[in-house]
């Protein structure tokens, strides 16, 4: 099983819709947690990120649900800016090296 | 504030030729970091630097890979004979000593094609 692990998609939406991706890993004890955004033949950019107790930023709102072990990031009002891969990042836990762990991403695609 | 340099952007080289990475962290970030990204997947960690020591480089390559940051800011990473599957996105990230809220930044990456 892979340390962390996303759907790839693409996930196709028109404009105004709402949007979720889930994203799971494999470790229990894992520290911090992220969202990065990256668009076509650019590097990611951190979006947000993830805290215990849910946390939302304009359209977006990101959750972690540690007993299923798995961080959310739900879009609304989905714009066609929006489009790009979505990756989640994972702190594995008890590491004093602070290396995030990505999945492979998440492609998004919102159509007029 | 200024953010992670790399150089150069594209490099495009035969296989077996060598090739060697740039890259000049944000100021004061003792953390930076090289990842290989493949077309489709996700960032993966080749070596990781705290100032000019090695923390982790357990998937780096070291017959063909290399890597160095001697005076604890600027970084190199080579690859030496490069193969066709070395063809990826190389990717610096840099961030402060032990940061727990905020994930990293990355560079703009180079850009690697082996034919």
């Known amino acids: 099983r892979k340390e962390v692990e996303q759907d790839p998609g693409p996930f196709n939406v028109p404009e105004g819709a709402t949007v979720a991706f889930n994203c799971t890993y494999s470790?229990?004890?894992?520290?911090?947690f992220f969202w990065y955004r990256q668009d076509c033949r650019k590097e990611p950019k951190l979006l947000m990120s993830?805290?215990?107790s849910g946390n939302e930023d304009g359209r977006f709102t990101a959750q972690l649900n540690r007993a299923s072990q798995y961080i959310s990031l739900l879009i609304r009002d989905s714009k066609l800016s929006d489009s790009a891969t979505y990756l989640c990042a994972v702190l594995p836990p008890m590491d004093s090296s602070y290396k995030l762990i990505f999945g492979s991403g998440t492609r998004l695609l919102v159509r007029p | 504030e200024a953010g992670v340099a790399q150089s150069p952007r594209y490099k495009i080289i035969e296989k077996r030729q060598s090739v060697a990475f740039w890259c000049n962290p944000i100021?004061?970030?003792?953390?930076l970091y090289w990842y290989q990204q493949i077309l489709g997947q996700g960032p993966k960690l080749l070596i990781q630097?705290?100032?000019?020591?090695?923390?982790?480089d357990s998937q780096l390559p070291k017959d063909r890979f290399s890597a160095e940051r001697l005076k604890g800011v600027d970084s190199t990473l080579k690859i030496q004979p490069a193969k066709l599957e070395d063809s990826a996105v190389y990717l610096c990230a840099s961030s402060l000593a032990g940061f727990y809220g905020s994930g990293y930044t990355f560079g703009s990456g180079t850009r690697l094609t082996v034919v």
């Open positions: 470790n229990s004890a894992s520290q911090s």
């Open positions: 100021s004061g970030h003792a953390t």
């Open positions: 993830v805290y215990s």
């Open positions: 630097f705290q100032n000019n020591g090695v923390v982790d």
